[in-house]
């Protein structure tokens, strides 16, 4: 009889092992480990038959019976091991995060059971057609799958919630199906039931947990379920996009229109200031999108450099100060003395994180005030910033706290309709001092007011940073001479525009062919801004040929829409002594203007190059040309 159960584990393994192994499946940890099993499973099935042959065999040799028995056992113990780690793994998430811990720990479990078996004794009892084993070995083999069972047992009703759902059943039928008929085994050992119980069990896991077409259209389902969401989150972000470009993009072309219009240069300086706060609004809201975008992508890297904290925290206070402008705010700044004056940090991040934070306590305060306060405590080389933004606004419910930093999402959105937002701002802050490794806490009192605070590690520099001299806010720079690279021609114009008022000689080219031209020509110029992003021949690649020329000292400046954090530092690695953001900040094109003109940093040294070095830089020049001509055709 016993030789029948044998035989009936052994077809069930099989069978299930040729199913499971010529389906197509879902690839995940546990889906292995199941496969791990029936393979085992099958492994010892085989082993038993081959001790229940060789031990009926009178003449057989005690050594090989020895051995093929204990084998047996040590499958015994390991196929419990792996099953108890296939509980561990299912039933909870924080097994999983141990998991290599875990297999350590089994793994020595099975070595200790393996060994500990093989040298014990053991006895082979023949009795007519009965054969059994038994001794100390047996009966450690029992122990010690009695102790696996139990320990199965614990975990399975340490976490009786999740096994609660129908489908772990099975779990629960083995421990009690296995308890039974180890416990019958241990009284009748000719009956060989173990293997194939194991069999059984794998058998109805095949048909439940583990069946792999069930879990292919749960994950299908899962898949269906992301992209749903995903495509509901784009459409709501479109919409809510849609609504909120529009805004600013409408007051700016209304308000162009009424400059055309306009019947006084005063009228039409009014206009065109709000046309400027749109446009800004309108900028914030891409950079918004650009920067959770980025965020998400996992694009967005930390660009660490030195810094001059106080002088970013003078910048950010003035820039709030212009956004308080006419409301009855106001504005206490509280910036501790002890702040080192130079950190190494990514500086463009804590200006945003601080700017969020303090656009919208101005935003949602009415009159009261806004305050900053900015507090260090130094360990060794690094200064942990705290900052502290406080108001006395609307502020939040405690209901809503959960929803803030959850991207596109606006609290008490009724109250908001007038007020310029996307949602964007706390969760990209958020997001930003995590990235930081820092935190972010909220106390908000409703109708009160909120305090935001945020604690970041920032390195102290020893670094000494040049001081930048103070903008002057008119220059005169006759006499110099810019070239304007860009393929657009209306951006030429915006530029043409801007740089009016420093009486400064323009000359422009629509390609980067057009301005190696005008280069090889012979003309020179003391200032280039150079568009990157150009269709034939980019930016980048027209400085690379111009400065194959070693004489070549031009002041080029990347003039890019490409404006994502961490650009500035890419387009000076590429050789760029400087990088203008579109659209074109008028202060930074003052701040450039005046370094590389007013100062005559520019060192256009051609004149001093020999002739010869004249001729080759001009036959470089034209090899250039050639291949790029060669390689347009
Ligand atoms: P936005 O300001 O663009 O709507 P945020 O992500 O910056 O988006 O803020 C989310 C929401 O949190 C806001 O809509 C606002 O209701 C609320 N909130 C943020 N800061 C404050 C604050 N200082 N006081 C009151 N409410 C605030």
Known sequence: MSIGFVVSGICISLLINMVYFSKDKIRSYETTLYGYLIIVNLIGSMLEFACVIVCSIDTSPLLLRDILVKEYMVFLVGWLILFLYYVLIITCETYNKFRKKLQKITTILFVIGAITISILPIEHINIGDVVYSSGLAVNTTYLFSGIIVLSMLVVMLTHIKKLRSKKYLPLLAFLILGTIVSLWQFIHPELLLITVMESYVILVMYFTIENPDVKMINALNLAKDTAEKANRAKSDFLSSMSHEIRTPLNAIVGFSECIKNADSLEEAKEDASDVITASNTLLEIVNGILDISKIEAGKLELVETDYNIKKILKEIVRLIEARIGDKQLEFKVNIAEDIPEVLYGDHANIKKILINLLTNAVKYTDEGYVSL????????????????????????????????????QRVEEDRNTTIEGTGLGLAITK???????GNIVVNSQYGEGSEFKVAVDQRISKAKIEKEEEIEEEVDLTGKKILIVDDNQLNIKVVEKLLKQYNVEIETAESGMECLEKIKSGKEYDLILLDDMMPKMRGTEVLRRLKVNPGYKTPTIALTANAINGMKEQYIKEGFDDYLAKPIDKQELNRILIKYLKNNHSTNT?????????????????????VYNKNKE
């Open 373 to 408: 306060d900015v507090k260090c405590v130094k360990k060794n080389e690094i200064c942990r910033l705290f900052i502290s933004v406080k108001d006395s606004g609307r502020g939040i419910k405690q209901e809503d706290m959960s929803k803030l930093f959850t991207k596109f």
């Open 606 to 626: 051609n004149e001093d190059i020999s002739n010869e070095q004249a001729i080759n830089k001009a036959l470089k020049l034209l090899e250039n040309i050639d």
């Open 431 to 437: 997001q930003l001092v995590e990235m930081m490794n």
